[in-house]
């Protein structure tokens, strides 16, 4: 149906930036809500920022302040500002939709790490 991928990961130092973008495909992305979750080695896969289709956004407690997630509808994109990178924001980044989400289907990711 919608098909997701991810790209924008890479080494960053403490306090830096990166910019994460989710390019999609399919006629009914501008209908679907997107959420980007992330997933440490060794723990669970937590959502951590999602946008619905009107634009309205939720964080996680333990990036709000800090990412923003925006998504272009023209050119079928999401994107995830990161700034004030943590060592703990270390992780494999996903997007996806809720209903792929429900259905357990993921993409590759990007990975994300961030030197102290």
């Known amino acids: 149906q919608v098909q997701l991928v991810e790209s924008g990961g890479g080494l960053v130092q403490a306090g830096g930036s990166l910019r994460l973008s989710c390019a999609a495909s399919g006629s009914t992305f501008s209908i679907n809500a997107i959420g980007w979750y992330r997933q440490a080695p060794g723990k669970q896969r937590e959502l951590i920022a999602a946008?619905?289709?009107?634009?309205?956004?939720n964080y996680a407690d333990s990036v709000k302040g800090r990412f923003t997630i925006s998504r272009d509808n023209a050119k079928n994109t999401v994107y995830l500002q990161m700034n004030s990178l943590k060592p703990e924001d270390t992780a494999v980044y996903y997007c996806?939709?809720?209903?792929?989400?429900?259905?357990?289907?993921w993409g590759q990711g990007t990975q994300v790490t961030v030197s102290s």
């Open positions: 946008i619905s289709s009107g634009g309205s956004t």
């Open positions: 996806n939709t809720p209903r792929s989400s429900a259905r357990d289907y």
